[in-house]
Antibody
Framework: EVQLLESGGGLVQPGGSLRLSCAAS????????MNWVRQAPGKGLEWVSV????????YYADSVKGRFTISRDNSKNTLYLQMDSLRTEDTAVYYC???????????WGQGTLVTVSS | EIVLTQSPGTLSLSPGERATLSCRAS???????LAWYQQKPGQAPRLLIY???SRATGVPDRFSGSGSGTDFTLTISRLESEDFAVYYC?????????FGQGTKLEIK
């Protein structure tokens, strides 16, 4: 059974940093592209970042470019999101999502809440 | 960046009725790159449709997707109580992914 378990969320002040983790199991993690998606309270889904299976390629939404860094450790089956220079508008539930063999996100984690507030 | 616009914003229907949800792209989208998701309160999104018209594993056949180019549709043939939720379309570009703003399907 595929499982994605995010952790690392919490309350942080504006300008602060946080690192999210997503522990994967039940599939060959090193073979799949992985993504982060966020959802502000009461709002829709916003794609944040993607990383290729070998970490060779990464892309970011314009809203986080230069502040967030996606990475992965295939030996630990874990995806990361380093978030720096956090802003109040980064407050959201952050989901990790596995890309399927077709263009889609076939599995999602349960999400971790990040709150940026003074 | 391709913008996806979903309509209507809210759809009020009764169980047993047919639901038709629209997703319009600002420029042509490859059908293979269009997906639909269902999200219930407090839950992560769930994949329903990929490749514009292929149902994901375990998705009931009352859900169907269609469309091409800039206009795509998610149809629920006969609504059941568990179908009332928010629905999002999604497209995959060369490097970025975008979602529509969502359609809330509520019980009338």
């Amino acid at each position: 059974e595929v499982q994605l378990l995010e952790s690392g969320g919490g309350l942080v002040q504006p300008g602060g940093s946080l690192r999210l983790s997503c522990a994967a199991s039940g599939f060959s993690f090193s073979s799949y592209v992985m993504n982060w998606v966020r959802q502000a309270p009461g709002k829709g889904l916003e794609w944040v970042s993607v990383i290729s299976s070998t970490s060779g390629n990464t892309y970011y939404a314009d809203s986080v470019k230069g502040r967030f860094t996606i990475s992965r450790d295939n030996s630990k089956n874990t995806l990361y999101l380093q978030m720096d220079s956090l802003r109040t508008e980064d407050t959201a539930v952050y989901y990790c999502a596995k890309r399927g063999k077709e263009p889609c996100f076939d599995y999602w984690g349960q999400g971790t809440l990040v709150t940026v507030s003074s | 960046e391709i913008v996806l616009t979903q309509s209507p914003g809210t759809l009020s229907l009764s169980p047993g009725e047919r639901a038709t949800l629209s997703c319009r792209a600002s420029q042509s989208v490859s059908s293979s790159s269009l997906a639909w998701y269902q999200q219930k309160p407090g839950q992560a999104p769930r994949l329903l449709i990929y490749g514009a018209s292929s149902r994901a594993t375990g998705v009931p056949d009352r859900f169907s997707g269609s469309g091409s180019g800039t206009d795509f549709t998610l149809t629920i043939s006969r609504l059941e109580s568990e179908d009332f939720a928010v629905y999002y379309c999604q497209q995959f570009g060369s490097s970025a992914v975008t979602f529509g703003q969502g359609t809330k399907l509520e019980i009338k």
